[in-house]
């Protein structure tokens, strides 16, 4: 949820862009585009943590302003895990072009927004003019949530259920070796050595 990372949102000046957040060179032919369509758009292209010299603004990754940005952003184009996520959490229209990631293909998957993938030939604009169906993406990530937590409370479930049973064979134990000093203390032969030394052996054992 958008709102539980509003705390650790730093201020930024900049608003309203075309954010490229990316590992690794992009094809000249999604440059070409991108520049484009921040002319069409009217909105300038923020490059943040690597240096694109295309891009209107360079900014180097801070952790005290990296959700800024994606807050702020118009539009998003990521290749990232990372930049993926947050593009969803923050209900971006965004394109992903880093679907050989295996993590970042999972993701996508995951959420049935695979329509947000973009390869070097497609249009960059209709696909950032698309908004992703965040409806459909939320109520999976809230079955998987309560799968999760389900999941996690079974497993505390199974813990304490072990700990209690571990718990009452120790009484139980407890018990048995009890009574039996008493039996042993009850006994009129209880001055007879051996008697006397099991009697030790069992009040030691409690």
């Known amino acids: 949820d958008e709102l539980s990372y509003q705390e650790m949102e730093a201020h930024i000046d900049e608003s309203d862009y075309i954010l ?3 590992f690794g060179d992009i094809s000249p032919e999604m440059k070409s585009q991108l520049v484009k369509i921040s002319v ?6 923020v490059s943040y943590g690597e240096y694109r010299k295309w891009a209107d603004v360079n ?7 990296f959700l800024s940005y994606f ?30 990631k295996n993590k970042v293909r ?18 960059i604009l209709d696909k950032l003019k698309q908004t992703p169906d965040y409806e459909n993406a939320n109520k999976i990530l809230e079955k998987r949530k309560y799968a999760s937590i389900n999941y996690l409370l079974k497993s ?17 134990n407890i018990a048995l070796k009890s009574y039996r000093v ?25």
């Open 40 to 45: 069409i758009l009217e909105c300038k292209i």
């Open 106 to 123: 999972d993701l996508v998957e995951s959420l049935k927004l695979t329509e947000q993938f973009i390869s070097p030939n497609e249009s």
């Open 71 to 100: 807050r702020n952003a118009r539009y998003v184009v990521t290749n990232t895990y990372h930049g993926t996520i947050f593009s969803i959490i923050y209900k971006k229209n965004f394109v992903c072009y880093g679907q050989a």
């Open 20 to 22: 490229i957040y990316g």
């Open 59 to 65: 900014t180097i990754y801070d952790p005290t302003t």
């Open 156 to 172: 505390i479930e199974g813990w304490f259920r072990m700990k209690i049973i571990n718990r009452i064979k120790q009484i139980i």
């Open 182 to 206: 008493l039996l042993l203390l009850k006994n009129p032969k209880f001055e007879n050595e051996r008697i006397s030394a099991e009697l030790v052996r069992n009040v030691h054992s409690i």
